[in-house]
């Protein structure tokens, strides 16, 4: 196991006071970037709940190595249908997306329509032109790949 792996547990629990101390700000970019018609009510809400039933879960765990919902800081492994192909997204805050290395913030188009699904789910990730049928095939920690690419972009 990597090093990375046994910090997931710190990770989540950092995003959970990042989003607190920063909530005003990523609510205000998420009706912002998000169709009226996608918008939950309560999403951050719903996310935090989320991060914190995944910790109580991993409570007596040392590390997180099973993540059965895409979370930020996870790497997802989509499934197209119809071309018979798989596509790695991390999914990232904004200031850390970098679409052409598959960084993509939670606040995208496709970002917010990964997040919180389950592995194995299917869905229909509406692009701009048109839908595709995916498959949630694979979800893991991305922490490493979170802390090269801030490093990588510091250089």
Same mark, same amino acid.
């Given at each position: 196991?990597? =090093?990375?792996?046994?910090?997931?547990? &710190? *990770?989540?629990?950092?995003?959970?006071? *990042?989003?607190?101390?920063?909530?005003? &700000? +990523?609510?205000?970019? *998420?009706?912002?970037?998000?169709?009226?018609?996608?918008?939950?009510? =309560?999403?951050?809400?719903? *996310?935090? +709940? &989320? #991060?914190?039933?995944?910790?109580?879960?991993?409570?007596?765990?040392? =590390?997180?190595?099973?993540?059965?919902?895409?979370? /930020? $800081?996870?790497?997802?492994? #989509?499934?197209?249908?119809?071309?018979?192909?798989?596509?790695?997204? #991390? /999914?990232?805050?904004?200031?850390?997306?970098?679409?052409?290395?598959?960084? /993509?913030?939670?606040?995208?188009?496709?970002?917010?329509?990964?997040?919180?699904?389950?592995? $194995?789910?299917?869905?229909?990730?509406?692009?701009?032109?048109?839908? +595709?049928?995916?498959?949630?095939?694979?979800?893991?920690?991305?922490?490493?790949? +979170?802390?090269? $690419? /801030?490093?990588?972009? &510091?250089?």
């Amino acid at each position: 196991m990597n =090093h990375s792996t046994f910090q997931s547990r &710190e *990770y989540f629990v950092r995003q959970l006071v *990042y989003i607190d101390e920063n909530i005003k &700000e +990523l609510t205000e970019l *998420y009706f912002s970037s998000t169709p009226i018609q996608e918008r939950l009510k =309560h999403f951050f809400n719903l *996310y935090v +709940l &989320e #991060v914190e039933d995944l910790l109580k879960v991993n409570q007596k765990n040392t =590390h997180i190595s099973f993540f059965p919902k895409v979370l /930020i $800081g996870t790497k997802v492994t #989509v499934w197209y249908e119809e071309d018979n192909e798989t596509e790695d997204y #991390v /999914i990232c805050y904004p200031e850390e997306s970098d679409p052409d290395r598959g960084y /993509i913030s939670f606040l995208s188009p496709v970002g917010r329509q990964l997040l919180l699904k389950n592995n $194995g789910e299917k869905l229909s990730l509406k692009i701009p032109t048109g839908e +595709l049928l995916v498959t949630i095939k694979e979800i893991s920690y991305a922490g490493q790949l +979170l802390d090269q $690419g /801030i490093k990588t972009k &510091e250089a």
